[in-house]
């Protein structure tokens, strides 16, 4: 995902000395590479999870850089609007496209940039497939569609919109399927399980893949603020 963020990164035109929101940073591994884009810039890092924002605060310091833990759903706490926004690997994770869209049009200058890819339609199809066998529910990823993420974004305000899904299947060797699962593609299924319901619900979610191949589908997304 890290190596994906950097192609995301390299989507968006910089000169080096602009205001850039890094919109559900995690751990900060992508947003150290959108700050080497600018020399002579400033980085907001957001994220929902003050522990990830604390993460992320450790691994890139206070150099050129601005932490706030916020929700994508909500009115951002900007008092400055921001020249481009970033996201990676984030969107899928919030339930409301709708007002996520509109919130970060808001704090986005006009002419500005969106540059992100999330998990879109189809993603992880396989495992989804297991779940609803197992009677599980979806957990709370939304992986949307291109067209519907192109109308919404038009609603909030973008113009120059490009919306399109490719796949990026990912194969594990064994012995990693049933780790990776339960900390990347389970983590909202099992984070309140007990341990010993947490392992059985992993490893039958794992024997019913038909391969150790996560099958990743990726929503790339770029547009810009109307002016």
């Known amino acids: 995902m890290t190596r994906w963020g950097a192609t995301v990164v390299g989507w968006l035109d910089l000169v080096g000395d602009e205001r850039v929101l890094d919109a559900g940073c995690g751990t900060g591994q992508v947003t150290a590479t959108l700050r080497d884009r600018l020399p002579n810039g400033h980085v907001i ?5 003050p522990s990830m924002i604390e993460r992320a605060r450790t691994r ?21 609007s921001v020249d481009a926004i970033l ?28 540059a992100a890819q999330c998990g879109g339609a189809g993603n992880i199809a396989s495992i989804e497939a297991a779940l609803h066998d ?10 949307a569609t291109p067209e519907a993420t192109a109308a919404r974004l038009q609603v909030a305000g973008f113009v120059d919109i490009e919306c399109w899904l490719h796949e990026e299947p990912t194969p594990l060797p ?11 593609c389970l983590g909202d299924h099992v984070e309140h399980m007990t341990d010993d319901v947490r392992s059985a619900f992993v490893q039958e979610v794992a024997q019913r893949m038909p391969e150790p191949t996560i099958d990743y589908v990726r929503l790339n997304i770029r547009a810009r603020r109307a002016g």
Not at 67 to 72: I, N, T
Not at 87 to 114: C, E, I, K, Y
């Open 45 to 49: 890092a957001l994220d929902g999870s």
């Open 60 to 80: 890139l310091g206070g150099d050129r850089m601005e932490y706030r833990v916020a929700d994508l759903q909500r009115p951002l706490p900007f008092d400055r």
């Open 87 to 114: 996201s990676t690997a984030t969107f899928h994770w919030v339930p409301d496209h709708d007002a996520m869209f509109a919130n970060l049009a808001a704090v986005l200058t006009p002419g500005g940039q969106l």
């Open 134 to 143: 197992m009677g599980a529910d979806a957990g709370r990823k939304h992986f």
């Open 174 to 184: 064994e012995a990693d399927l049933e780790p990776y699962l339960e900390a990347i």
